[in-house]
């Protein structure tokens, strides 16, 4: 059978697969209990990919991936590969995947659950109730800017370099990413770049201003430098709605905003691309935090980032949004009935294993799902 909702599951390396087996019991139940039908594929990226096959991503993944309907993926890296050559390195097989798919808009919310408000690093009141959203530019910049590379001055003296640039598409697609992100939020959006310093940051800066003047003046429009931001985003979080960047500044400002809620354990994020013929987006889905080699393979990992990341997949490529708020809502109420993993414990709560989290969501999302069908029986 066929269906059209064929998921790539690419675990990678370190974390990855002990955090995606919490998402992949989850799409299992939503196959049971919700007639989901997705389809599951798995594959291999990063470290776990160079070790089988001597490359990060292999062309036949690399078409599996672009033949999905989306692409559920854990983390790569790690001191393991620290020599392989850096064509070959884990990260370059996320890099292809997100160029190749074109995948240019990378959302990053970061929102506090409640009962987490006392487990972020700043007080309480200055990040209860935050919900904000990064849109990180990911197919360009820095990251793919050519020339890059090390060389070696004509007076001996050796030097290396990478290119920061834009084109106009490329800055205007992703700003009305932002732009009608914002029209279904708090109408806000804060363009984010160093036009005191870059000519591309100028650049972005024109722009952007001159998208909005032509379609979206009805979103309140702010631009601010980014080393602002990031002291912003410590000083008064809950000023911003939607903060639309480039790549590099959205990599650095996206963990920033993710230690907001408690831990880089509990951020998802969307990769998407363009809307295609028929309207669907290619799209990636994985936790912000990284591979964390420190605690790999001791089920101390935090499955939550990549449970919301699978509820983002449910929003964003399937628009099951009621099962997408059941994710959200169980991970939301196990929280409250204070169970957390290592990185997010408090005094008065449960330190549970990767596992254990799982499965108190899952139940939850059952005891939560048998509820909706009563009150529908009532009606
Ligand atoms: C991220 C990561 C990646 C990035 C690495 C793993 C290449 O830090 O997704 O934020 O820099 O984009
Ligand atoms: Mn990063």
């Known amino acids: 059978m066929t269906t059209n909702r064929k998921v790539l599951m690419l675990a990678g390396d370190g974390i990855g697969p002990e ?9 299992e139940w939503m196959n049971d209990y919700r007639g989901a ?20 991503l292999t062309d036949e993944t690399l078409a599996d991936a672009m033949a999905a309907d989306a692409v559920l993926f854990g983390s790569v890296g790690g001191p393991k590969w620290d020599d392989v ?3 070959e390195r884990p990260e370059a097989g996320l890099l292809r995947l ?3 798919m074109d995948l240019f808009a990378n ?4 929102t506090v659950f409640d009962a987490l408000a006392e487990a972020s ?20 910049g820095v990251y793919f800017g050519t020339p890059r590379g090390t060389d070696r001055l004509p007076d001996g003296t050796r030097r290396g370099f990478d290119t920061e640039v834009y084109t106009e598409p490329e800055i205007e697609r992703v700003a009305r990413v932002a732009f009608e992100l914002a029209r279904k939020r708090a109408n806000k959006v804060h363009s984010v770049e160093k036009a005191n310093v870059m000519e591309s940051g100028v650049f972005w800066r024109e722009i952007v201003t001159a998208l909005h003047k032509a379609e979206y003046s009805d979103v309140e429009l702010h631009h601010m430098y980014a080393d602002n931001c990031a002291m912003q985003l410590v000083r008064q979080p809950k000023q911003f709605d939607v903060i639309v960047t480039n ?20 951020l998802p994020s969307a990769s998407l691309g363009a809307p295609g013929e028929d309207g669907r987006r290619k799209a990636l889905y994985e936790p912000v935090h990284g591979s964390a080699p420190d605690i790999a393979g001791q089920s101390l990992a935090n499955p939550v980032a990549m449970m919301l990341s699978y509820s983002m997949m449910l929003r964003y490529s399937f628009d099951m949004a009621e099962e997408a708020d059941l994710v959200e809502q169980a991970v939301e109420n196990v929280l409250a009935g204070g169970l957390r993993t290592a990185d997010i414990m408090q005094e008065k709560t449960a330190k549970v294993s990767t596992g254990v989290m799982g499965d108190a969501v899952l139940r939850e999302m059952g005891k939560l799902d048998r509820q909706g069908d009563r009150r529908a029986a009532n009606i």
Request: proline share 3%; glycine share 10%; net charge negative.
């Open 19 to 27: 955090v995606m087996h919490e998402a992949a019991r989850m799409i």
């Open 98 to 100: 997100r160029k190749e």
């Open 85 to 87: 050559p850096r064509d």
């Open 121 to 140: 690093t700043l007080k309480a009141d200055v990040v209860s109730g935050l919900d904000l959203m990064i849109v990180r530019e990911l197919t360009a």
């Open 247 to 266: 790549n590099l500044f959205g990599d650095v400002l996206s963990d920033c905003a993710a230690m907001l809620t408690g831990s880089l354990g509990m």
């Open 107 to 110: 959302l990053r919310p970061a």
């Open 37 to 56: 039908a997705f389809e599951i594929q798995e594959g291999l990226c990063g470290g776990a990919a160079y070790d089988a096959h001597g490359t990060s």
